[in-house]
Each structure stands twice: as C-alpha cells, then as structure tokens.
C-alpha cells in the first residue's frame, strides 16, 4: 500500500521548534523527490520545502528560510522537517508529498503556534 504518513505536530510557543517526520511505504522512496507543504484555514496550500531524490538538493519558501530544514534518511524511508523559531503564522496543517512516477500526499498532522 503507497502511503506517507506525518508524525510529530502540536502546539508549541512562538519561538519554539518542532520536528515533523513523514514515512514513506509502498513505493520506491529513494526514487522520489519530497517535499513539504502546509495550509493554513482559509488559504491556498503552499510548498514550504522540498529536497532531491539523494538528498544533495534543497529549496525552500522564502517565509521559511533560515528557520526550517528538510533533510532525508533513505535507509529509513523517512522525511523530515525540522521547524525553529516559530511564528503564529506558522500555524497550518503540515502535509508530506512524494513525487516520481507517482504523486503521493500524506494525511497531514497540525502545527499550532500560540502562547
């Protein structure tokens, strides 16, 4: 069965991190480029990062650089997300994304940032 399943949102203080996880099964993960997108309530989803097959690219939104990283373990099938200094615009539901051959979307997992 093709799935991405997110893991490790919540709600956390502005200025605080958060780590997102998403595991890939079913399909060749190693193959495909993954990227992370979030949709805030009321707005059009948005790419926030992406990263090469291999793992030697990165690209990121502008309203994220400098805060999040995207990395990859391909022995693992998981991708991550690693969110520091974060703002209450920030707040959105966080979803996974494999594209290759195929395009796979993950269920999402909510981030909240509130004091």
């Known amino acids: 069965q093709v799935q991405l399943v997110e893991s490790g949102g919540g709600l956390v203080q502005p200025g605080g991190s958060l780590r997102l996880s998403c595991a890939a099964s079913g399909f060749t993960f190693s193959n495909y480029f993954m990227n992370w997108y979030r949709q805030a309530p009321g707005k059009e989803r948005e790419l926030v990062a992406g990263i090469s097959s291999a793992g030697g690219s990165t690209n990121y939104a502008g309203f994220v650089k400098g805060r999040f990283t995207i990395s990859r373990d391909n022995n693992k099938n998981t991708v991550y997300l690693q969110m520091n200094s974060l703002k209450p615009e920030d707040t959105a539901v966080y979803y996974c994304?494999?594209?290759?051959?195929?395009?796979?979307w993950g269920q999402g997992t909510q981030v909240t940032v509130s004091s």
């Open positions: 994304n494999a594209r290759g051959r195929l395009v796979i």
